[in-house]
């Protein structure tokens, strides 16, 4: 079973930066295109950023130029650095397996993200 953990969130001022990280178990994962999501309450989760296998990187338009997916596979970790950061970022990030464009594996915590001034 594969086990998702994410870590990184916090309070930043809006212009600051913030890097999370998500370790992941249970499954081959340099095999594995990877994603960050987020959500807001009362809102449908969003994908921010999918890294495919080969290191591929593809965004949201909302985030393009201001954000990087990144991977590290000795580390089964993907990584999020977050730049130029708005209130509107302001959302519970949260990284999964991709599979033909969807997550599919259990989601984790989350990790909190905050943009406020």
């Known amino acids: 079973q594969v086990q998702l953990v994410e870590s990184g969130g916090g309070l930043v001022q809006p212009g600051g930066s913030l890097r999370l990280s998500c370790v992941t178990s249970g499954t081959i994962f340099s095999l594995n295109a990877m994603g960050w999501y987020r959500q807001v309450p009362g809102n449908e989760r969003e994908s921010v950023a999918v890294?495919?296998?080969?290191?591929?990187?593809t965004y949201a338009d909302s985030v393009k130029g201001r954000f990087t997916i990144s991977r590290d596979n000795a580390k089964r970790t993907v990584y999020l650095q977050m730049n130029s950061l708005k209130p509107d970022d302001t959302a519970v990030y949260y990284c999964?397996?991709?599979?033909?464009?969807?997550?599919?594996?259990?989601w984790g915590q989350g990790t909190q993200v905050t943009v406020s001034s």
């Open positions: 890294i495919t296998s080969g290191g591929i990187a």
């Open positions: 999964n397996t991709v599979r033909k464009g969807v997550p599919v594996s259990n």
